[in-house]
């Protein structure tokens, strides 16, 4: 096949990457007050602004403050956090097909979940116990795989990051069958709030603080390691030849991406496909530099995330779909679309 | 006196837990030209990667710039040496330009951005190395020959005193090989450079280098040109018979 000459997007200085990210942020905007304005009680866009920022105390202001504005927040930070998630996990693993839960984190937040709804404890449980749940995977991977992370066994060979993959995968097996085993034996009454937790659900969704804060503290993460991000992205060899210290940003990579992935679990279950599309997409649109795009996936995650959201809460209304169908909908589609169009470009 | 660019004392090569090759001493100064020889196995892409790496023995035994390698911050040892690895994989999509303008990492500060003067740079990089018009190019559709090269770029704009390259002309074709070794020369004695490079083709080896490093023999041997690339030597070496011929005004060197 004759190679052809493709353009791709190229790093062009603060400035270019500045309008990129005013441009996402504007679009993020938009589809938030489309989140707010859509539903079964129609608000027209004029009357956001007033309903926001000086509410009355007719019903239209209480749907928006009670119903639609916790939701939607719930929705940008999830949809952020999983983004720039899976483009940090992206970089670590050094390929293009890994999303935040490619270390085994789902399957830990899903056992510790689904425990927390069988045992019937309080709604705040399933949420820390997703939580929890996460966090012991990551440091299970860590424990295990951990010192994979400062190998760089020969500058030219590709990645040591299999062994952390598989450990993950392995972990994440494990835990799918305590998963399988709890749905078997669980109360018929309590699996399809299992079910609706597993595929990712924002209903009664609520941004922690944490989980808020995590959001720009990721983002600036970006800027001042950004050039070092690059530079793994071409191999651990090649950037500790230029002077990358490979151990200590692989460590902060994982720990930031797995506690950003944890806190959106912890938000609203495992929705898939955001952390995996979104990143994905995006460098092809904007290019590869991850001063970038790291906080453009957040911007775009959000507005993907609510976007979807929207469509799972209006689509069959009343009837609610849990939004990690509705991602999974539209991201597989995407995602095979991007892959086929890879083929023909290599 | 100042000390030497690149000293090493008593290194050996391990394979794993298995000693390969040692002990090996030799010092290099700026402007000399180093090739690394020996067949295969014998320890040749160990010794730069260990070297490069500053990794197990390597640490100790060898100094740049009068301090061992072990003590040098990885963000300073970056100005210092550099290395093209033998094969580079890229999981990423990337545009050429961007690649190599990864090359001037160690000069930047943590917070700066490339500017049009690194630009510039980048693309007089890639002129040098025939790749001007590549600069828009995707990494992942070059040809072999053509990815090595961009690395050898990438190398030129870390500029690094002490420059390894690990059998950079092994997917060159015949003047490509020519023009890199030309542009290596050149630099010595405009960048104050050093280069130690290793390559399987003896003539190419004699046309450049001013010192060899020749593995796979009983021992180690290191020194100026003249005293290692000797006929009796390099057979017993390569376990062929090879023999020196003149002619163009060079040394040619064949296999019976």
């Known amino acids: ?258 506690l950003a992935a944890a806190l959106s679990v912890n938000t609203a279950g495992t929705i898939g496909f955001v952390g995996l599309v979104v990143p994905h997409a995006l460098r092809l649109l904007i290019g590869n530099d991850q001063r970038v795009l790291v906080p453009a996936s957040g911007l775009a995650g959000a507005a993907f995330l609510l976007a979807a959201d929207t469509v799972a809460r209006t689509l069959l209304a009343p009837q609610q779909l849990p939004v990690g169908v509705v991602t999974a909908m539209v991201g597989a589609p995407i995602f095979l679309w991007l892959l086929s169009r890879r083929s023909v470009t290599r | 006196m100042n000390p030497s660019l690149l000293e090493v004392d008593e290194l050996w090569i391990y394979a794993g837990a298995r000693r390969l090759a040692g002990p090996l001493s030799f010092r290099v100064e700026r402007g000399q030209f180093w090739c690394l020889l020996g067949p295969n196995g014998s320890g040749k892409t160990l010794l730069l990667q260990a070297l490069a790496t500053a990794s197990g023995a390597a640490a100790h035994a060898a100094r740049i710039g009068g301090r061992p390698l072990g003590e040098w911050p990885l963000a300073e040892l970056a100005c210092w040496r550099g290395l093209v690895p033998q094969q580079l994989h890229d999981a990423f999509a990337a545009p050429v330009l961007d690649v190599v303008l990864q090359g001037r990492h160690p000069h930047l500060s943590r917070w700066a951005w490339e500017g049009r003067e690194d630009r510039a740079m980048a693309l007089a990089s890639l002129e040098r190395v025939d790749l001007a018009g590549f600069a828009g190019r995707d990494v992942l559709t070059l040809s072999g020959g053509e990815r090595q090269r961009v690395a050898i770029a990438t190398l030129l704009l870390q500029d690094p005193p002490l420059a390894m390259l690990d059998e950079p002309l092994a997917h060159l074709d015949l003047a490509q090989q020519i023009r890199v070794l030309d542009l290596l020369v050149e630099d010595l004695a405009t960048a104050g450079r050093a280069v130690i490079m290793s390559v399987h083709d003896l003539s190419l080896a004699q046309r450049v280098a001013t010192h060899a490093i020749v593995l796979g023999g009983a021992r180690p041997l290191a020194g100026p040109v003249d005293e290692i690339l000797v006929a009796e030597t390099l057979t017993a070496v390569f376990g062929h018979p090879l023999s020196a011929h003149n002619a163009l005004g060079r040394t040619w060197w064949l296999p019976h």
């Open chain 1, 1 to 258: 096949m004759s190679v052809r000459a493709i353009v791709l997007p190229r790093t062009h200085g603060p400035a270019r990457a500045l309008w990129l990210l005013l441009g996402a942020a504007f679009v993020c905007t938009l589809v938030f007050a489309l989140a707010l304005a859509c539903g079964s009680n129609p608000i027209p866009w004029a009357d956001l602004p007033r309903l926001l920022f000086a509410p009355d105390a007719s019903v239209e202001a209480d749907i928006v403050h009670r119903l639609r504005l916790p939701r939607a927040v719930a929705a940008a930070t999830t949809g952020a956090l999983l983004s720039m998630a899976g483009a940090l996990m992206q970089v670590l693993v050094r390929n293009p097909l890994a999303d935040p839960y490619v270390l085994g984190l789902s399957g830990g937040a899903a056992l510790g979940a689904l425990s927390a709804i069988a045992l019937g404890t309080a709604a705040w449980t399933v949420n820390l116990g997703a939580f929890v749940g996460a966090l012991v995977a990551t440091f299970a991977v860590f424990g295990l795989a951990g010192p994979d992370l400062g190998r760089v066994e020969r500058v030219s060979a590709a990645d040591p990051s299999a062994r952390l993959l598989l450990t993950g995968v392995m972990l994440s097996a494990l835990a799918m069958a305590g998963v399988s085993l709890i749905l078997s034996v669980a109360p018929v009454e309590r699996l399809r709030s299992m079910v609706f937790w597993m595929l990712g659900d924002l209903s009664g969704a609520v941004a922690s603080v944490p989980a808020l804060a995590a959001v720009p503290l990721l983002a600036l993460l970006a800027l001042p390691f950004g050039r070092e991000l690059n530079l793994l992205l071409r191999g651990p060899g090649p950037a500790l030849l230029l002077g990358v210290d490979v151990r200590r940003l692989r460590l902060l990579i994982y720990a930031a991406a797995s």
